[in-house]
């Protein structure tokens, strides 16, 4: 088995494939404090209860955004998986696509490991749309290249300092309003957050697409990628294992299939 780790600003990721398909995710909190022996301990328990015994995993793979939670990370692997995991962002690590942006290094792991493997998904030209932390746009051509994105705050963190920075507000549900017009306090914050990131969404598609030229794919992914989906025509897939399969596709470019 081959085990893919995405460590994103606010969760990590683990996604256990059996060598041919995804089987299972599990995800806790990031946690730059949290051990090696932690992780284990928490994995292994996780993956008994569902059939699974983390000793027969012969590969890993690391995406990471948090430096400080990377170093764990590998360690976990060196010590309980017995190999060096493949890290994307390090030297000789092929990721398989051309990053076209004027500073390449800055570019999350996340999004590029996105990018490529929406495009072999689904093909290109698209817009790969992350709903994370960070509400990401990012475009690839239609070979493959990532061509840069857009970084917006995650509807969470926007609805987080909406009711940190209020005196009255309340803290209310992410789900959509049966009406624009809210008729109380809470509806006309329900609405402003749900329907205000689905006319985000709409408008970056439409101006990203207008200044690219050309019609382009929409790709989401990550966890509201489902409820924003099913309110707006401009997202044609959604893709909640996007990232995780991105990873394998990396570690078997780098590896093969041991």
Known sequence: MLLAID?????????????????????????PKRTADEYIVWLSELMKL????YNDITGTVIGSVVPETEFNLISLCRRYFDGEPVVIGDDGVELGIEVLID????????????????????????ICIDFGT?????????????????????????????????????????APSKTVIGKSTQHAMQSGIFWGYVSMIEGMVERIR??????????????????????????QHTDRSLTVRGLIGIY????GNR
């Open 210 to 235: 207008l200044e690219y030229g050309e019609d382009m794919k929409v790709v989401a992914t990550g966890g509201l990628a489902d409820l924003f989906a099913e309110k707006t025509s401009v997202i």
């Open 50 to 53: 569902n059939g699974l015994d």
């Open 134 to 174: 960070a509400t990401t746009f990012d475009v690839v051509d239609g070979d493959g290249n990532y061509r840069g994105g857009v970084i917006a705050p995650g509807i969470n963190l926007s609805l987080e300092a909406l009711y940190m920075a209020s005196a009255k507000l309340p803290l209310v549900e992410i």
């Open 252 to 255: 078997r470019k780098n590896r």
């Open 7 to 31: 460590s994103g600003n606010t969760n990590v990721v683990f996604g256990v494939f059996d060598g041919v398909d995804f089987v299972k995710a599990f995800r806790c909190a990031n946690d």
């Open 103 to 126: 500073r390449p290094e800055q570019a999350g792991a996340d999004r590029l490991v996105n990018a490529r493997e929406a495009h072999v998904t689904y093909g290109g030209p698209l």
